[in-house]
């Protein structure tokens, strides 16, 4: 069970260059989540996703696109990276119900922009 | 919207001191709570969680207590340790929806720094 899997883990970009975060979960969560840790500024949701074929746009949408694929992926675009987009990215997961409520996190991807 | 504000950090202890970090919450309904913990270099770790009010989370000596009435979910531990320095992130997920499963929405506070010196 591998839980949350994020890659790559560390990426430079050259300002201007695109890439996707890829993040894959087997768990079965229906929700899915795409944040941004930036220091002194604690976690702020970039895109959520409710369930498979549902995306829905957080605090901080501007400059990235997600695809929600199936129920076990969910990746993160930057079509034109901007110095201001680096930061530590976070995927998670999460499973709420009744009878069960379970969240997890992927163990992050650390990206510059220069 | 749904928010929630943690208390300004960072904090320092000493080893066995008694830890809490406070937090409260906006949200309408019933959200789940929850506290993850981020070691240095590292993602974030569930560390309790509760799903109603009056619910105590409990895990490695921590304890949080979901009260309503106070729209609070502190975190305690009567006596830390120099391990459990890292960051602490306060958390809710929105209220189940008619069906007992969640329209999706996770929200944290900023995270509280903590170091406990021996």
């Known amino acids: 069970n591998a839980g949350v899997t994020q890659t790559p883990k560390f990426q430079v970009l050259k300002t201007g260059q695109s890439m996707t975060l890829q993040c894959a979960q087997d768990?079965?969560?229906?929700?899915m989540y795409w944040y941004r840790q930036d220091p002194g500024m604690g976690l702020r949701l970039i895109y959520y996703s409710a369930s498979e074929g549902t995306t829905d746009k957080g605090e901080v949408p501007n400059g990235y696109n997600v695809s929600r694929l199936n129920k076990r992926e969910f990746s993160l675009r930057l079509e034109s990276a901007a110095p201001s987009q680096t930061s530590v990215y976070f995927c998670?997961?999460?499973?709420?119900?009744?009878?069960?409520?379970?969240?997890?996190f992927g163990q992050g991807t650390r990206l510059t922009v220069v | 919207g749904n928010s929630v504000t943690q208390m300004e950090g960072p904090v320092t202890l000493s080893e066995e001191a008694f830890l809490t970090i406070n937090c409260t919450y906006t949200a309408t309904g019933y959200p789940s709570l929850f506290w993850y913990v981020q070691y240095p270099g590292e993602g974030l770790q569930l560390l309790l969680k509760a799903t109603k009010a009056d619910d105590k989370g409990s895990n490695k000596g921590f304890e949080a207590t979901y009260r309503k009435e106070t729209t609070s979910f502190h975190l305690e531990k009567g006596s830390v340790q120099v391990s459990d320095s890292a960051v602490y992130f306060c958390?809710?997920?929105?209220?189940?929806?008619?069906?007992?499963?969640?329209?999706?929405?996770?929200?944290f506070g900023q995270g509280t720094i903590l170091t406990v010196h021996p």
């Open positions: 958390a809710l997920s929105d209220p189940l929806n008619a069906g007992g499963t969640s329209y999706g929405k996770l929200t």
């Open positions: 998670a997961s999460l499973s709420l119900s009744l009878m069960n409520t379970e969240a997890f």
């Open positions: 768990m079965n969560h229906n929700s």
